[in-house]
């Protein structure tokens, strides 16, 4: 009964380059969640996935960030072209339902850090 | 649109005493408010939520939190904290208007037990 994974946990990058999150939400759920949190801040809504959908992107920079969840495989948030504000750890959430209230299971994060 | 303040940052206690972290929110429609804990490294574990009915509601271990629409708050209380509880706590806040799991949160309160 794995919960929800994320990888990698830690990831380096250099200025100008590509970074490449995953996150296999846990089984049976088709809702994925990605959140932003920079260093002494709460969670930042980024991006609300279901299968092969995005809902909500409102919280995603227009510029430099994507996201995917393909109908197999992990979703995917990707970030072209790094800069040092990138850094932060990111999170990705998922729920079986987007009911009102529904209780999203939490991984344990990729921290980015651009040098 | 929604905001939470969670009104310390900082919250140091020793063992055994007891605690109350604040959260106050702000949103024109009816909400739904959750407190997460987060433990160094991992990502965030739902501790309690409020969704409707009681406005007191309670977590397994030992956490209990009251809504108060007047005064818009959702503190956090706990009559006796151990070190285990030494953690980052976030608030946080969804309503009828978002999509369900695109919530709102509080910068955090780091809860410190001492010896």
């Known amino acids: 009964n794995a919960g929800v994974m994320q990888n990698p946990r830690h990831l380096v990058r250099r200025r100008g380059q590509e970074a490449r999150l995953r996150c296999s939400p846990m089984?049976?759920?088709?809702?994925v969640y990605w959140y932003r949190q920079l260093p002494e801040e709460g969670l930042k809504f980024m991006v609300y996935?279901?299968?092969?959908?995005?809902?909500?992107e409102s919280g995603m920079p227009k510029e430099r960030f994507s996201a995917e969840f393909p109908k197999e495989g992990p979703s995917i948030l990707r970030i072209q072209q790094v800069v040092r504000g990138d850094s932060a750890a990111y999170f990705c959430?998922?729920?079986?339902?987007?009911?009102?209230?529904?209780?999203?299971?939490f991984g344990p994060g990729t921290r980015l850090l651009v040098l | 649109a929604q905001s939470v303040t969670q009104l310390d940052s900082q919250v140091p206690v020793f063992e055994e005493a007891p605690v109350e972290l604040r959260c106050n929110y702000s949103?024109?429609?009816?909400?739904?408010l959750f407190w997460y804990v987060q433990y160094p490294n991992q990502g965030l574990q739902l501790l309690l939520k409020y969704l409707s009915g009681s406005t007191l509601v309670e977590s397994i271990n030992g956490f209990e939190a009251e809504f108060n629409k007047s005064q818009t708050s959702f503190h956090l209380r706990k009559p006796s904290v151990h070190i285990s509880d030494t953690a980052e706590y976030f608030c946080a806040v969804s309503d009828d208007n978002t999509n369900a799991g695109k919530s709102t949160f509080g910068d955090g309160t780091t809860l410190t037990v001492k010896p």
């Open positions: 996935l279901q299968k092969e959908n995005i809902i909500d």
């Open positions: 949103s024109s429609v009816s909400v739904y």
């Open positions: 959430a998922s729920s079986p339902s987007s009911g009102i209230g529904e209780t999203q299971y």
């Open positions: 089984k049976g759920h088709s809702h």
